[in-house]
């Protein structure tokens, strides 16, 4: 199990165990939620940036809830995820298109010359064969 899910499985359970042993105590419930939705976020970048994408600058992404704390830890709220997943998967769709768009003529060039030097090897072979037999070595 990756320590993204070993984390976010461990911060869950924290959650809900709050949840349920004190539900009063709104502060640590907010400062556990915002781990959480932190976690959660930085995965996301990091998922978007392994096909060149910055989920901070995307169209349709956000508005991004900071810390009161340290304003440099942005993450989004859990119903705002959505629409990321749709960002990545488009991201990503687009970045093996863009494979596939570049391998699909080389390995077409590759396939009509292999067929080309099987054909010729076809022919050789059978100019060979009638060479002998017209010569009387080949029954």
Not at 21 to 28: C, E, H, K
Not at 40 to 58: I, V
Not at 72 to 98: D, G, M, N, T
């Amino acid at each position: 199990m990756s320590r993204y899910k070993k984390d976010r499985e461990r911060l869950a359970r924290q959650l809900s165990e709050l949840k349920r042993d004190s539900p009063d105590d709104t502060r640590q419930l907010g400062v556990l939620d915002a781990e959480l939705r932190l976690l959660e976020s930085d995965e996301l970048r990091r998922r978007a940036a392994k096909y060149g994408l910055d989920l901070t600058q995307a169209p349709g992404v956000g508005p991004w809830t900071s810390d009161a704390i340290d304003p440099k830890r942005v993450w989004l709220e859990e119903w705002r995820q959505a629409p990321v997943h749709k960002v990545i998967e488009e991201a990503r769709f687009a970045y093996y298109k863009r494979w596939i768009d570049t391998l699909t003529p080389i390995a077409s060039v590759l396939i009509a010359l292999a067929s080309a030097v099987i054909s010729l090897s076809a022919v050789t072979l059978a100019a060979i064969a009638l060479h002998l037999q017209l010569v009387g070595k080949l029954h």
